[in-house]
């Protein structure tokens, strides 16, 4: 006779709330309400997957149904307790809102509810994934939520609660499933592998727990795939089965990161993916680490926050050590931006590459400019502009090239330097023939210059979008070359929207001096 094997988080699924663990909170109160006769007619379970929050929808409905239940725990032993768990019961209905979703699959519910249970004292029914049902499947669902009959129940479960309409919530009991504790996770896989007679390393079940993210279920399927890859589960194993980079090439990235070798991080990062580690997987666990590093740096004290094995948190102390706090929030920036686009990239290996190079040169970092700073840069370029106001866009930023030096002192230029250029009609001109597009912005625009500055000075605002795109600019100094015999450094700038700020401004001034109440962002 063939046996048939039986998942591990199947097999080891709690049958009873004493079973449950890192949930105490729900399942003490789940029992004295059992024990005291005090059930509610509606449950709202919520909570990230693998918690816990179907087992004990289950749980609850063999006990209230039990009749030789004990301190609130179902017996396990009685024909109703074994045909519930054999989901051979016809009083205990589940239900999976993510296939059986529509308004039709819940009026077929509401017509059931009406009969009275064949075996039992309560007919309950568990709705998972309840946030699935569509809006006109929950209507019809708060309508025989409204109003029960008294041997009907409903225990609702979902991880997404934000999704359930505040017209059902109002009418459960809402209770909150949290994450799994890793020592739990960790206790439960030792204790589950050697029932089990497999050969699990302490270190490894603690990596499987982390790795699991709080997830019981997680743990317990990686736990089958690790003893399915090998008959001793070692740390190893577990890096091979689950795809992930293991610790050494780990802590060798950060490494490199904290020594700005990007060549070395790459050369790492090559070797794993032909190896077929996730990219994802590995930016996750570059993530994990730099937290841990932050935490170092900000508390050292609370080493219970930090995730990492025992032997591991001396490497950690000594990379802390290298690497300042800004430092490791501007990889942690880096880290999470990369975790935001890896998902939906094409090619997840260059996303991974790039963010390497990132934290090895310190790319993203940004210039920081204070305000006396940027005051002095908006008087220089209102001083030597030809008429008040008006922001001046320079050719030089529009096409990202550095700022030519010059000999001109340009906070020292006045309106009077700068000179019209007669010309500037015949360049109009040949710039539309070639560019008709962007010329057509220029219309009633004037040309001013000084030395080897020109600037534009146009009535339209959106000359200035066209003029930051590097094709236009190009475009626009290779005419100016060719009709004037030289190249300038151009600069633009639109008149009209300096009037209008003039004049919103005078508006906002003279309802002030009124002393109307004015709001100005």
């Keep these: 006779m063939t046996v048939i094997y039986t998942a591990l988080y199947r097999k080891w699924r709690p049958l009873s709330f004493d079973d449950v663990i890192s949930q105490p909170h729900i399942t003490t109160t789940l029992k004295n309400q059992i024990k005291n006769g005090r059930t509610a007619h509606a449950y709202l379970f919520t909570g990230s997957r693998g918690t816990g929050k179907t087992t004990c929808a289950r749980i609850f409905a063999k006990a209230v149904n039990c009749p030789e239940q004990h301190d609130g725990n179902p017996c396990l032993q009685c024909s109703i307790c074994k045909d519930a768990d054999n989901a051979a019961l016809s009083d205990i209905i589940e239900i999976d809102a993510a296939s059986n979703n529509g308004v039709d699959d819940i009026r077929d519910l509401r017509d059931g509810a009406v009969y009275t249970p064949e075996r039992c004292k309560y007919k309950v029914y568990i709705i998972d994934e309840v946030h699935m049902l569509t809006p006109n499947a929950f209507n019809a669902l708060l309508k025989i939520m409204e109003e029960p009959p008294e041997y009907v129940k409903f225990i609702l479960a979902t991880t997404e609660v934000h999704k359930v309409p505040a017209t059902i919530t109002s009418r459960c009991q809402r209770f909150d499933f949290r994450r799994i504790l890793t020592e739990d996770i960790k206790a439960r896989l030792c204790y589950i592998a050697g029932k089990e007679n497999i050969s699990l390393d302490e270190n490894a079940a603690g990596l499987i727990a982390g790795l699991s993210d709080g997830g019981m279920r997680d743990a317990l399927s990686l736990l089958d795939q690790c003893a399915a890859y090998s008959d001793n589960i070692t740390m190893d194993t577990v890096s091979a089965a689950a795809g992930i980079a293991g610790r050494e090439p780990l802590f060798e990235l950060i490494e490199a990161a904290a020594d700005k070798q990007p060549g070395k991080a790459l050369e790492i990062a090559d070797k794993l993916y032909s190896m077929s580690k996730d990219m994802a997987r590995l930016c996750s666990e570059l993530t994990d680490q730099f937290r841990n590093l932050m935490l170092l740096k900000v508390c050292p004290e609370k080493s219970n926050l930090i995730i990492c094995m025992p032997d591991e948190l001396e490497k950690l102390k000594s990379l802390a050590k290298r690497l300042e706090l800004s430092d490791i929030l501007s990889k942690l920036e880096i880290l999470q931006e990369c975790s935001e686009k890896i998902g939906k990239s094409v090619n997840r290996r260059i996303e991974l590459e790039m963010c390497l190079v990132k934290l090895c040169t310190g790319q993203n970092k940004q210039k920081t400019i204070d305000n006396n700073e940027i005051y002095d840069k908006i ?50 001109e040949e710039f539309t023939k070639v560019c008709p597009s962007v010329s057509g912005t220029l219309i009633g625009s004037r040309a001013f210059v000084y030395q080897d500055i020109m600037l534009i000075d146009t009535q339209n605002r959106f000359f200035l979008k066209l003029f930051k795109v590097r094709e236009n600019l190009a475009v626009l100094r290779s005419t100016i070359q060719k009709v004037m015999g030289k190249s300038y450094t151009i600069k633009a700038r639109c008149s009209a929207a300096a009037e209008t700020e003039q004049k919103a401004e005078k508006l906002v001034e003279k309802a002030m001096n009124s002393g109307i109440e004015t709001a100005v962002e």
């Design 379 to 428: 008087k220089q370029t209102d001083n030597f502009a030809p008429a008040s106001g008006g922001a001046v866009y320079d050719s030089n930023a529009a096409d990202n090239r550095e700022p030519a030096k010059s000999a001109v002192n340009m906070s020292a230029l006045k309106a009077s330097d700068f000179k019209p250029l007669m010309e500037w009609s015949e360049i109009l």
